[in-house]
């Protein structure tokens, strides 16, 4: 797979979501579905906008006992997406677990990513809420580490970790990395964040662009203008 651009649809409704994509009359992005619209349309929101020809990244962030992640994870490989996710926190054995349940008869499977430390969860918080007394970053490579053990594809990180992950677990293990801005755009409630352009050059293999382009004025055009920066 090659690097993409993934739009996050935040929007809380089905009809929102079509509306939004309807604009797409050219190429069809790849779309994140999360949590909020999983739960509030249920399965088949995915796959209504799988058979309007968009690749998925299912992300609900799965974290369970390795029997319930497995399981959990073949019913939705039946959803046939192309990418879905879990914590590593999980432990490395939940990991394998998901990998055998997503792995579908006939050994196809949606790629598979870890999300290691939220970037909401701070060195103070995790200390003090979490007991984990290691540097952050420590934490997040070691993760890393665990995930490319277990067999996954890769990880959801800021793309100023991007390098540092395919340092400590090879070119091919794939960044997913949010937290991307224009340089001339909002930042919002983002604290790190790197343009399109600055996130090819630091090798982030996808990049997950939410507010900048479903808030902007011509949608289509911001998308346009992140995939000239980022794969064109
Ligand atoms: O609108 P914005 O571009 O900030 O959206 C980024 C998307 O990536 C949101 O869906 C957000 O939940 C998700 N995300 C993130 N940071 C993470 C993991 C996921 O911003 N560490």
Redesign the pocket.
């Given at each position: 797979m090659g690097k993409d651009v993934i739009i996050?649809c935040?929007f809380s409704s089905r009809e929102a979501t079509l509306e939004f994509l309807d604009k797409f009359t050219g190429r069809k992005p790849f779309v994140?579905i999360?949590m909020e619209l999983f739960y509030a349309e249920g399965p088949q929101i995915v796959k209504d906008i799988k058979a309007r020809g968009h690749k998925i990244f299912l992300?609900l962030k799965l974290h369970d006992i390795p029997n319930t992640v497995k399981k959990s994870m073949a019913v939705l490989s039946r959803l046939d997406v192309d990418m879905t996710n879990l914590h590593a926190a999980g432990t490395i054995s939940m990991m394998q677990g998901a990998l055998e349940g997503l792995t579908r008869p006939d050994g196809t499977r949606p790629l598979l990513i870890a999300?290691t430390q939220?970037?909401?969860t701070d060195q103070e918080r995790m200390e003090n809420d979490l007991l984990i007394k290691e540097p952050i970053d420590k934490v997040v490579m070691h993760y890393a580490k665990n995930a490319e053990i277990a067999g996954l594809d890769g990880v959801?990180c800021?793309p100023l970790e991007a390098e540092k992950v395919h340092d400590t677990c090879g070119k091919s293990f794939l960044t997913v990395t949010?937290?991307?801005?224009f340089a001339d755009g909002d930042i919002?409630?983002?604290k790190r964040v790197m343009t399109p352009a600055q996130a090819k050059k630091i090798g982030s293999d996808y990049i997950?662009?939410?507010?900048?382009i479903?808030a902007a004025e011509d949608p289509v055009a911001a998308y346009e203008r992140c995939c000239a920066e980022f794969i064109d």
């Open positions: 996050a935040d994140k999360g992300d999300v939220l970037t909401s959801v800021s949010p937290g991307v801005r919002g409630d983002q997950v662009v939410g507010r900048p479903t």
